[in-house]
C-alpha cells in the first residue's frame, strides 16, 4: 500500500517562507513522477509544481499570482521524500497543500487525473 504523508504547513505572515515535505512509503518512490497541488476554499484543486523520475526536470503553475519564481519542487530519493520550498508567500497562497504521485510524464504532470496516490494535505495559512 503506498502512502503519501505531507508536513511543514502552518501560518506564516506574507513575505515569510514554508518548507512543506511529503514523505512516501510503500512504493518504487524513485520511478515516480511528483507533484504538488493545492485546493483553497470554495475552489477547485490547482496544479502547482512537479519534478520528473530523474529529478532533472521541474515544471510550475502559469496562471495569475504565479508561484514560478517563488516556489521551488525538489526531491530526495535517498529519504524517498519531496519538497515544495515556498518564499514571498501571500495570502492567495492560502490553501491546503497536497502532493501527488504518478507514472507520467512531465508533459502531462498538470492533469491531477494522471496521477495515481495522493496525500491527505497540509494546511497553509498566510495573514496579511
Known amino acids: 500500500q503506498v502512502q503519501l504523508v505531507e508536513s511543514g504547513g502552518g501560518l506564516v505572515q506574507a513575505g515569510g517562507s514554508l518548507r512543506l515535505s511529503c514523505a512516501a512509503s510503500g512504493g518504487a518512490f524513485s520511478t515516480w513522477l511528483m507533484g504538488w497541488f493545492r485546493q483553497a476554499p470554495g475552489k477547485e484543486r490547482e496544479f502547482v509544481a512537479a519534478i520528473s523520475r530523474s529529478g532533472g526536470m521541474t515544471y510550475y503553475a502559469n496562471y495569475a499570482n504565479s508561484v514560478q519564481g517563488r516556489f521551488t519542487i525538489s526531491r530526495d530519493d535517498a529519504k524517498k521524500t519531496v519538497y515544495l520550498q515556498m518564499n514571498s508567500l501571500k495570502p492567495e497562497d492560502t490553501a491546503v497543500y497536497y502532493c501527488?504521485?504518478?507514472?507520467?510524464?512531465?508533459?502531462?504532470?498538470?492533469?491531477?487525473?494522471?496521477?495515481?496516490?495522493w496525500g491527505q494535505g497540509t494546511q497553509v495559512t498566510v495573514s496579511s
Open positions: 501527488a504521485a504518478g507514472p507520467q510524464g512531465l508533459s502531462l504532470a498538470q492533469e491531477q487525473t494522471q496521477y495515481s496516490y
